[in-house]
T-cell receptor
Framework: KAGVTQTPRYLIKTRGQQVTLSCSPI?????VSWYQQTPGQGLQFLFE???????NKGNFPGRFSGRQFSNSRSEMNVSTLELGDSALYLC????????????FGQGTRLTVV | KNQVEQSPQSLIILEGKNCTLQ??????????LRWYKQDTGRGPVSLTI?????NTKSNGRYTATLDADTKQSSLHITASQLSDSASYIC????????????????FGKGTKLSVKP
């Protein structure tokens, strides 16, 4: 059974640009959540989607957005990139059930210069 | 405020030795507690997940304990190996009102473990 797949693995962008990251969940998992991980803050929840609808949202500015497609694949978009957006962005998929275990992808390492 | 605190922040041990990592939380209402292992540059991998009624759970050389009364958990690693070098993250799930299954996860900042030969 294939795991959670994130693309690309590495990305370098300049300030002001926008970026789109992709996540393919484990087959059968309809919930996809996104996290930002930085050395200082650890893992922070961005948002969660299932059934193509955002279900939960963390405390991030509106520059961070996402969407989910009918096949449960999800994309995350960051507009007007800032240096502080440099981080490892992780996607996790799970069953749609309270307390369901989350399975993480390898992450996309975004560097903003 | 829901918080998860882990200690120590970092730890160096010799191969073959045991170690214990700590996690204290102030999350309410509590749903479950998870320990993840994260190798550098990779995504976290689940080690254990415990609900309120479980006091201990093992996964090979990893044993997690949970004291829901004192809101403390520990992860004990037995006979450490070089491959145990990683960050260990404690994650507490709160019972939330949101419609999702992951939106109420509160993450600790992790303990960075280095196992030396």
């Amino acid at each position: 059974k294939a795991g959670v797949t994130q693309t690309p693995r590495y990305l370098i962008k300049t300030r002001g640009q926008q970026v789109t990251l992709s996540c393919s969940p484990i087959s059968g998992h309809r919930s996809v959540s996104w996290y930002q991980q930085t050395p200082g803050q650890g893992l922070q929840f961005l948002f969660e989607y299932f059934s193509e609808t955002q279900r939960n949202k963390g405390n991030f500015p509106g520059r961070f957005s996402g969407r989910q497609f009918s096949n449960s694949r999800s994309e995350m978009n960051v507009s007007t990139l800032e240096l502080g957006d440099s981080a490892l962005y992780l996607c996790a998929s799970s069953l749609v059930r309270k307390g369901a275990e989350a399975f993480f992808g390898q992450g996309t390492r975004l560097t903003v210069v | 405020k829901n918080q998860v605190e882990q200690s120590p922040q970092s730890l160096i041990i010799l191969e073959g030795k045991n170690c214990t990592l700590q996690c204290n939380y102030t999350v309410s209402p509590f749903s479950n507690l998870r320990w993840y292992k994260q190798d550098t540059g990779r995504g976290p991998v689940s080690l254990t997940i415990m609900t309120f009624s479980e006091n201990t759970k093992s996964n090979g050389r990893y044993t997690a304990t949970l004291d829901a009364d004192t809101k403390q958990s520990s992860l004990h690693i037995t006979a450490s190996q070089l491959s145990d070098s990683a960050s260990y993250i404690c994650v507490v799930s709160a019972v939330g009102t949101g419609g999702g299954s992951q939106g109420n996860l509160i993450f600790g900042k992790g303990t960075k473990l280095s196992v030396k030969p």
